[in-house]
């Protein structure tokens, strides 16, 4: 049977916090059930020794694994059986735009029900949509609007996820860790998901390999249903609709918070995004293409590794806006048009200053109400997918006229000058705060 009890947040400090003596009023980390102080395991070991996260790490692990496997498998199915470049590409492009559309009309969902019975309902329903794919019945059209089915509900999945790691970690350090390792483990399956999706799809055909993953989606619901507390919903008394949703946007202090994270993304996926014709403009091989592709989630994983481990959560949040700002100019070395390594070498420094993500979890947990918890972490999570997908379309539009090196380096200005606004905008707020509540 499930463990069950209260949320974490209301409970003691733990000791084992790293904090920043400079912090006069460092944030306290709760004790979660489950979890046993131990001085000499400090970070992330930490956050592994809560028993309930253990499970919710092994269900983000199977769940996105498969979801990147099926979207290769499923995107090499159409093409199969279209022959269309265009249905190819439109098939993981539609996984982006019904990020929006689910975000902002069902992110209420995350706060009506019992959190555990959303992620579990989230994993089956996408678990029958990819079994319906592997039906040899089912047309190219109905693979596409089973696919816009999956995309959905991932924000619902994804922002219901956050706000219960909230109520099993704390809403302190231990918070921040665990969202970084989860993080940490996107990245990762991003790189492993779409080698072992390769490697599958030249030993089984599409259809099989988009079966296996909807074991995957099965397994997750399974852990998740067996090794997570049963909580109440955060808000089941409130029927509210989309004006909750605009309602959190018209707080000022949530809105800076939330274009924070959706504005670096919008311009982080342009390298990304041009790579292919970038190493074509070059003439280099299909290596360096990789090479390409890999350095930026590379320095991202290192990144958040070295800040979670050796800086305190003050520390972390300090850094926000300097490393937001560093972050861009590493894509001003493409204005050189460098070779693959100095490029390569720019894509790493610049996704090891993704790190800033920490001390803006931080940021963002402490804002909201936690009632609207889990809507306000869904609409950030389809924020974040939507912009990414205008980001790289916006890209290619731009780099139809421009030369690719110029557009990366310009995305860069661009980038640096718009988030050094709103921190600027920010940091007037808060001066703002502070003078009233004087």
Do not use: N
């Amino acid at each position: 049977m499930p463990p069950t009890g209260p949320p974490a947040h209301h409970s003691a400090p733990d000791p084992t916090l790293d904090t920043a003596p400079a912090d006069p009023a460092p944030t306290p980390t709760p004790a979660v059930p489950g979890y046993a102080p131990a001085s000499a395991a400090p970070g992330y070991l930490a956050v592994f020794r809560v028993r309930e996260f253990r499970w919710v790490f092994g269900a983000h692990l199977l769940s996105l694994l498969g979801l990147v496997v099926s979207e290769i498998a499923l995107t090499v199915l159409v093409y199969d059986l279209t022959r269309s470049p265009l249905l190819s590409s439109l098939t993981f492009a539609l996984g982006f735009l019904p990020y929006l559309l689910g975000g902002t009309l069902l992110a209420g969902i995350a706060d009506r029900h019992p959190p555990r019975r959303v992620l579990v309902v989230c994993d089956l329903l996408c678990a029958g949509a990819v079994a319906l794919m592997v039906l040899p019945a089912t047309p190219v059209a109905g693979l596409l609007v089973l696919r816009c089915a999956v995309a959905a509900v991932a924000p619902v999945f994804q922002g219901t996820r956050m706000a219960t790691l909230a109520d099993i970690l704390g809403d302190g350090d231990l918070f921040v860790l665990g969202r970084s390792l989860l993080r940490i483990v996107s990245q990762s399956a991003l790189l492993a998901g779409f080698g072992v999706g390769g490697v599958l799809l030249t030993v089984v055909p599409a259809r099989a390999a988009i079966a296996l993953t909807a074991a995957t989606f099965l397994l997750s619901a399974l852990l998740l249903r067996l090794g997570t507390a049963r909580r109440p919903a955060r808000a089941a008394e409130k029927r509210e609709g989309l004006g909750a949703t605009w309602s959190l946007l018209r707080d000022r202090r949530i809105r800076r918070l939330m274009l924070l994270f959706w504005v670096p993304p919008l311009f982080v996926v342009v390298p990304e995004a041009l790579a292919a014709p970038y190493a074509d403009g070059l003439g280099v091989s299909t290596a360096a293409l990789g090479l390409l592709m890999c350095a930026m989630p590379v320095g991202t994983i290192a990144g958040e590794l070295l800040a979670g481990a050796l800086l305190g959560p003050a520390t972390r949040v300090r850094l926000v806006a300097p490393l937001l700002l560093a972050g861009f100019l590493p894509f001003l070395v493409y204005a050189l048009r460098p070779g693959p390594a100095l490029a390569a070498l720019a894509l790493v420094a610049a996704g090891a200053a993704g790190a800033y993500t920490l001390g803006l979890d931080a940021r963002f947990v402490a804002a909201v109400p936690e009632e609207r918890r889990g809507r306000a972490m869904t609409l950030m999570t389809a924020g974040m997918m939507t912009v990414q997908g205008v980001g790289m379309a916006g890209a290619g539009l731009v780099a139809e006229f421009v030369p690719v090196h110029l557009v990366v380096a310009g995305a860069g200005l661009l980038a640096v000058v718009t988030v050094g606004v709103l921190l600027a905008t920010e940091e007037r707020d808060g001066a703002d705060r502070h003078v009233t509540s004087r």
